[in-house]
Each structure stands twice: as structure tokens, then as C-alpha cells.
């Protein structure tokens, strides 16, 4: 059968063809859209790699675990900063505190307790 003998056939064979590569075309935007995919790209090379992708959980679990160590490291860090802050301001009042009786002993007892 050719075109010229059933025109009728044949134009339903061609716009089943047509509708066919309309929905292939469609399918491949609608993956496009869900997977990020360039459109070009053949669908079963689309779906070789979502099958290798399978695994984000766990990078996006790394990820966070290591953000969350990262937080821990620099509040650690302003922790023993506050720490040492403290320490040396008690040990500054501790100096402070002790030359002046020094100087006041000097001042006012030594000289007291030498003259009898």
C-alpha cells in the first residue's frame, strides 16, 4: 500500500508518528524539569545518572555533620577565649591587689616598726 493507493492510512499513520515524537519531545521537557537535565540529552543516559545519584542523603549528612563540627571547633574556641580572658583579668587584680600593699607596707609600716 502506498500513498497514492490509501491516502487515508497513511495520513493516520503519520499523525500517529507525530503524536508519538510530540509525547517523546514532552516527556523529555517534563524530565528535564524534574531531574535539572540538559534537554538534549537522551532520557536513558537521564536515568543511568539519577540511578547514580541515588545517594545525596549522605553528602548532604557529611555536610551538615561538618558544619556541625565546624560550630563546635568555634565555640570551643570563644569558650577558652572568654576563659583565658577571665583568668588574666583575676591574675591582673591579684598583682594590682598585692603591689599596693606592698607600697602601702613600705609606706607606712616599715618605716613605723625601724624608728623604736
Not at 542523603?57 to 556541625?68: A, G, H, N, P
Not at 577558652?80 to 580572658?85: H, I, Q, T
Amino acid at each position: 500500500m502506498t500513498s497514492n493507493q490509501n491516502p487515508e492510512e497513511d495520513l493516520r499513520r503519520r499523525e500517529q508518528e507525530l503524536k508519538e515524537r510530540e509525547m517523546s519531545v514532552r516527556l523529555r521537557e517534563l524530565e528535564s524539569e524534574v531531574y535539572g537535565k540538559p534537554e538534549g540529552a537522551p532520557s536513558a543516559a537521564r536515568e543511568v545518572e539519577v540511578v547514580t545519584d541515588v545517594p545525596p542523603t549522605k553528602s548532604s549528612f557529611k555536610r551538615t555533620l561538618r558544619k556541625i563540627v565546624n560550630v563546635g571547633k568555634f565555640l570551643a574556641v570563644v569558650v577558652a577565649v572568654v576563659v583565658a580572658v577571665k583568668i588574666a583579668m583575676w591574675l591582673a587584680m591579684a598583682i594590682m591587689i598585692g603591689s599596693i600593699a606592698y607600697i602601702s607596707y613600705e609606706l607606712f609600716l616599715k618605716n613605723d616598726r625601724s624608728s623604736p
